[in-house]
Every structure is written in C-alpha cells, then in structure tokens.
C-alpha cells in the first residue's frame, strides 16, 4: 500500500454562532499517498476551505487529528506546527498572498531564506524563468497581471521542492483562459517535481483532472472517481 503523506482522521469542526452550535466538518477521514493528486470539491461555504486549513495545521479542529509526514499536528506546539510546514509543504491561494512590498524574485526567495538556503537568489531566479517570468523578476506585485502574479505564488510554491502542495481555488481570482494556463503550469511543475497534490475547487472540470475527487457536502466527505465527472 503506497505510504501516505497526510492522513485526516475523524475531522470535525464546530463554532458558535448566534443560533448555537454550526457543524462545518463532520467525522472527515481520509488520507492521501505520496505523489497522487486529490480534489476536494463542493459548494460555497461547504467547509472545503477549513478542512484545507486543518490539515495544514493552520486551524484547529474541534475534533480528531491530523498526521502530516508522520507528524500529529495537534500534538505539536504552534511554532513546531509551523517548522512541518515549512519543511513539507507549499501553498498556492486564491488571493496570491505575495507580499506587496517584494520583487517577484524577493518573493520566491523568501522560504529558501527562511531555510538557510545560500543559493536562494540562484533557485528562485531559475524557478521565475520555469513558469515564464524571466523578464519579471524585478517588479512588484502591483504592476504584475494576475495572472503574473499567480505564476510568482506557483514559483514561491515549488521552489522548495515541497511533498505536498495545497491549492485554494487557485484560478478563483483569473479570467477562464488565465486560470486554464496555470492549472496547466501547476499540473505540469506538480509532474516535474512528483509532488503531492490536493486542490480545493468548486469547479468539477478542474477537479476531474485529478486522480481523486473529494466531495464535501453538508459537512460529510464522500468519495467519487473523478473521470466520472
């Protein structure tokens, strides 16, 4: 059996709101190995993001537990949470997250800095021109495209050479033809590197490009081939 990267078991999320208690995740339990692409899919507000969030260890769960590279996230301390992820794991979001004040090559060095990386100018310079922006790498994120700078969040991503990629509605932000072009480049990066991919979509053409596909409705996760879709 191929050895998984992260593994969600009995998941669940509740908070309180004016009416009591809401329910966002119910007993969610599943793991994904090394080197698949999984798509988790499901309507507006159906706790896709958060369940997104919980296995990154960046939101707690009300419930259950959450083993990334053989890790018990919730066992570790905020701060030991945060040195996994930075080990293991690269982010790609809707909104880009590129810090506003670095040059795109400022951006995709910044992990191979916080690393201790001494060849980060080198790596990321490399990582600019894969994904196309060769002639960018001085500009702010202000003058980029958004499809520019999703290219600069895709290079930051990569460019540690992560085992796991997590993506939140990664072309929520670009016209169809801008996101197609990236959901190209990831899919291709994600082959190149034999990373593990999960991507959180509403869109299920983009999910059925994956291995698996997700569904979360109501708070329940159930599993369904994604070429059926």
Same mark, same amino acid.
Do not use: W, Y
């Given at each position: 059996?191929?050895?998984?990267?992260?593994?969600?078991?009995?998941?669940?999320?509740?908070?309180?709101?004016?009416?009591?208690?809401?329910?966002?995740?119910?007993?969610?339990?599943?793991?994904?190995?090394?080197? &698949?692409?999984?798509?988790?899919?499901?309507?507006?507000?159906?706790?896709?993001?958060?369940?997104?969030?919980?296995?990154?260890?960046?939101?707690?769960?009300?419930?259950?537990?959450?083993?990334?590279?053989?890790?018990?996230?919730?066992?570790?301390?905020?701060?030991?949470?945060?040195?996994?992820?930075?080990?293991?794991?690269?982010?790609?979001?809707?909104?880009?997250?590129?810090?506003?004040?670095?040059?795109?090559?400022?951006?995709?060095?910044?992990?191979?800095?916080?690393?201790?990386?001494?060849?980060?100018?080198?790596?990321?310079?490399?990582?600019?021109?894969?994904?196309?922006?060769?002639?960018?790498?001085?500009?702010?994120?202000?003058?980029?495209?958004?499809?520019?700078?999703?290219?600069?969040?895709?290079?930051?991503?990569?460019?540690?050479?992560?085992?796991?990629?997590?993506?939140?509605?990664?072309?929520?932000?670009?016209?169809?033809?801008?996101?197609?072009?990236?959901?190209?480049?990831?899919?291709?990066?994600?082959?190149?590197?034999?990373?593990?991919?999960?991507?959180?979509?509403?869109?299920?053409?983009?999910?059925?490009?994956?291995?698996?596909?997700?569904?979360?409705?109501?708070?329940?996760?159930? &599993?369904?081939?994604?070429?059926?879709?």
């Amino acid at each position: 059996m191929p050895e998984s990267i992260i593994a969600v078991r009995g998941v669940s999320k509740s908070v309180q709101d004016a009416s009591g208690s809401l329910d966002i995740l119910r007993d969610i339990d599943f793991s994904v190995s090394k080197g &698949e692409t999984a798509a988790i899919v499901g309507a507006s507000g159906s706790g896709k993001s958060t369940l997104l969030a919980i296995m990154a260890g960046l939101d707690t769960p009300s419930a259950g537990q959450v083993l990334l590279a053989g890790q018990s996230m919730f066992d570790l301390s905020e701060d030991e949470r945060a040195a996994v992820r930075a080990q293991h794991v690269g982010f790609v979001f809707q909104s880009f997250q590129l810090m506003p004040h670095l040059t795109a090559l400022e951006n995709v060095m910044l992990p191979l800095e916080l690393a201790g990386r001494s060849d980060a100018r080198s790596a990321a310079t490399a990582m600019l021109q894969r994904v196309g922006l060769g002639e960018r790498l001085k500009h702010l994120p202000k003058v980029l495209s958004g499809g520019e700078q999703q290219r600069v969040a895709l290079a930051r991503a990569f460019v540690v050479q992560p085992a796991l990629l997590l993506a939140d509605e990664p072309t929520g932000s670009l016209d169809h033809g801008t996101g197609a072009a990236i959901m190209d480049l990831m899919f291709a990066l994600n082959r190149e590197q034999g990373t593990t991919l999960v991507l959180v979509t509403h869109d299920r053409q983009l999910a059925a490009r994956c291995e698996r596909m997700l569904v979360i409705e109501a708070g329940r996760l159930s &599993e369904a081939p994604a070429q059926a879709v």
